[in-house]
Structure formats: C-alpha cells, structure tokens
C-alpha cells in the first residue's frame, strides 16, 4: 500500500471540475465503443489499451481502493474498457497487416497486458504515487501519441469520431485543472482569485500532486491531443463525412 504521505484535504471546486473530466471520458469511451461495433474494430491502440486497463484495475482495486470517489469511479470506466478488450481481441487480427501480427493478435495482446501491469503497479510505488498523478499524466500521453499512430496507420477513420477526440482532450485538460485546483484552493477559498493567478501558481508549483514533470506531461498531452484532432478533421473532410456525424 501506498502511503499518504501527501493528502491534500479535498475542495468543492476539484471535485467539481473532476466530475467534468469523468464525464468527458465516459463519453470518449463509449463512443470508442459504439464505433469499435460500427466498424467492427478496435477504437484504442493495443499498447494504449493495456496500459489503459492495467492503472484502471489497480487504481480501481489495488492502491487504497474505494478510499475516495475517484477510485470509485474507476471502476464503470474498467468495465468500459473490458470491452474495448473484447473489440481488441475479436477485430485486431484483422487489422493487422503483418502475417505475423494476424496470427499471434490475441496472445501479444495479452502478453501487453502481462507486461503493463507490473510497470504501472511499481510506478505508483515507486512514485509514491497517491494521487495517481504521474501514472495517470502518463498514461494519458502515451494515449494521445499512439491515437496519431492508429490515424496515420489505417490511413482513414474507421473506429474514430471527433467526439471520441474532443471528449478525450476534455478529459484529460479538465483533469489537469482540477489538480491545479487541488493546490491552489483551500476550503475557505474555493476559486482562484483570478486567472493569471491560477496559471501562475500552478506553473509554478513543485511539490506533489502537481510537480514540474506532471505540469510537462500535460502540457505535451494537450498539444499531441489538439493535433490529432486537427489531423482527424482533415482526414473526415478528405473521407467526405461530417465532423460531428459519421454514418
């Protein structure tokens, strides 16, 4: 078990602007759902996937689990993810090129799976990681990266939306100001004074949960996250298919 070493105590605002993150994912994975079906794929990238469901199972589960609402709601979001598993495994031969990757999907999928647990589990120990801040920040680039990956590779949409991009930049950007939000507010001081404030203090910020190295992981997260959905964008007008809507 972790040890809270760093518990800042909770505040309406983080809670609050959390919830909107929660709900941003929820609606990106569901929608990697729904068009993983529709197009009878896989919506998320195999490594992303594992990584993925290995800090959900053990944030979920393993490290302090149901100790707070975050934890808690980790576990709809794995369930959601067991599902994309199942896409994973059902469709990811067929979209493989390499003969080899076609006949061994399953077993490297799992084999990803087999290897990202370990990795995640001994970077929240040795991270002392109590907020999930660095796994989670991590995570989340390593998301971003390999959905640019899976737009270029396939070479069109197929499994993709804006939605799916939109809601998981959202995500990830409401994330971030709800940990900056846990720092710089106190329970008598619900908000930032002002904006410039918020930034400044939070740039600035070097003890955990918000330290220079998260600050960066998010800041890379949310650029990678802009451009791939200005590379989606283009590619549905290329494709023909409304930004909001695909048949």
């Known amino acids: 078990m972790l040890e809270n070493v760093y518990m800042?105590?909770?505040?309406?605002?983080?809670?609050l602007v959390f919830s909107g993150s929660v709900l941003a994912w929820t609606i990106a994975y569901l929608s990697i759902v729904y068009y993983g079906f529709a197009d009878r794929t896989y919506g998320m990238p195999m490594p992303a996937l594992a990584a993925n469901l290995s800090w959900e199972a053990i944030w979920a589960f393993v490290i302090k689990p149901f100790s707070n609402i975050g934890h808690v709601l980790t576990i709809p979001w794995l369930c959601v993810d067991l599902i994309i598993?199942?896409?994973?495994?059902?469709?990811?031969?067929?979209d493989a090129t390499e003969p080899f990757l076609r006949k061994y999907y399953r077993w490297l999928f799992l084999a990803a799976v087999a290897i990202a647990f370990p990795i995640m589990y001994w970077s929240f120990k040795e991270f002392n990681d109590w907020y999930a801040e660095f796994t989670a920040a991590g995570d989340s680039l390593l998301i971003s990266v390999l959905f640019i990956?899976?737009?270029?590779?396939?070479?069109?949409?197929s499994g993709q939306s804006m939605v799916i991009a939109v809601s998981k930049w959202l995500g990830t950007f409401l994330a971030w100001i709800a940990t900056s939000l846990t720092v710089n507010t106190t329970p008598a001081h619900l908000w930032p004074s002002s904006p410039w404030a918020f930034v400044t203090e939070t740039v600035?910020?070097?003890?955990?949960?918000?330290?220079?190295?998260?600050?960066?992981?998010?800041?890379?997260?949310?650029?990678?996250?802009?451009?791939?959905?200005?590379?989606?964008?283009?590619?549905?007008?290329?494709?023909?298919?409304?930004?909001?809507?695909?048949?």
């Open 8 to 15: 800042v105590q909770p505040d309406y605002s983080a809670s």
């Open 85 to 94: 598993a199942m896409q994973c495994m059902l469709y990811g031969g067929n």
């Open 204 to 247: 600035r910020h070097t003890a955990y949960p918000l330290t220079p190295l998260i600050n960066f992981l998010y800041a890379v997260t949310f650029v990678t996250d802009i451009l791939y959905i200005v590379m989606l964008r283009q590619r549905l007008r290329e494709c023909g298919i409304p930004l909001w809507r695909r048949t």
């Open 149 to 157: 990956g899976l737009l270029i590779r396939r070479g069109g949409v």
